[in-house]
């Protein structure tokens, strides 16, 4: 599994982003100035309005097409039914809004945080929502999506089928895991996820010129990989599949990610 161009992309900018610092955003408090902002709107393109704070405002049925909002926040919105289709949405902060029946069709709404917000209705078809926190949101089994949504469904199988999981480890060393028919398995947005229980199948260096019988967790020095073992978490499974950083086995789906990760 390899990551897309818009992936990279996406990696690549936030990787090298300097904060904006928050008394430089521009601010819009009225609707009256936030019609006029986007008035501006020119057919083809995206009216660039990165960074922007929208507060408290009634927003609900507003056709939002055709702007760059990434890194915009909205705190305290009416959203229900806006539009905001094919608008560059990456990295938004939701804040004490209504976002039922907003619309992000084709949107690139990669990096949101919908924390505590009610996404019932919410429209994602077609839209890339990779590395989106839904954690401690409300009807994220709710949403909109389509064949095109991107990121929303589990990369690994759901239940009921094996398959072959990578896990980064101390020292450079890399396990190959059978996750078994019977594990539970969980992935949010991103390309990590998960189980409730592996059999470790090989440990090599990264290069995979070397093989070792075992290798010790990079998070907690009391748990070890040894070939041939099955193992469960120490600390449990959460099986809130958008709690993403919690208790299980983390993993990778691909050999090389997981690689990419643990040599940085």
């Known amino acids: 599994m390899n990551f897309s161009q818009s992936e990279q992309d996406f990696i690549y900018d936030n990787e090298t982003y300097v904060p904006v610092r928050d008394e430089d955003k521009p601010r819009i408090s009225s609707e009256d100035s936030l019609r006029e902002a986007i008035g501006h709107r020119a ?3 995206l009216l660039d309005m990165k960074h922007t704070v929208i507060k408290g405002l009634d927003l609900s049925g507003w056709d939002m097409r055709g702007l760059d909002l990434s890194r915009a926040t909205f705190d305290g919105c009416n959203l229900n039914g806006t539009d905001f289709s094919g608008s560059k949405m990456d990295n938004v902060a939701f804040y004490n809004n209504d976002l039922r029946g907003m619309k992000l069709c084709g949107c690139l709404a990669r990096g949101c945080s919908f924390r505590f917000q009610d996404m019932e209705g919410i429209d994602l078809r077609g839209a890339n929502i990779y590395s989106s926190v839904l954690e401690d949101a409300v009807n994220q089994d709710k949403v909109i999506i389509d064949d095109d949504t991107k990121w929303y469904k ?21 396990v190959m895991m059978l996750v078994p028919r019977d594990a539970k398995r969980c992935m949010a947005t991103m390309e ?9 199948l090989k440990i090599t260096s990264i290069d995979e010129t070397e093989n070792y019988t075992w290798a010790q967790s990079t998070v907690d020095p009391d748990f070890y990989y040894e070939v041939g073992q099955w193992l469960e978490p120490a600390n449990g499974f959460q099986e809130d599949r958008w709690k993403d950083s919690s208790p299980g086995i983390h993993f990778f789906l691909d050999r090389q990610q997981c690689v990419d990760y643990q040599s940085k």
């Open 43 to 45: 057919p083809g393109g």
């Open 192 to 200: 990590t996820g998960r189980v409730s229980r592996v059999k470790v």
């Open 154 to 174: 589990m990369r690994c199988p759901e239940e009921g089928e094996a398959f072959i999981a990578w896990k980064c480890c101390t020292d450079l060393r890399v």
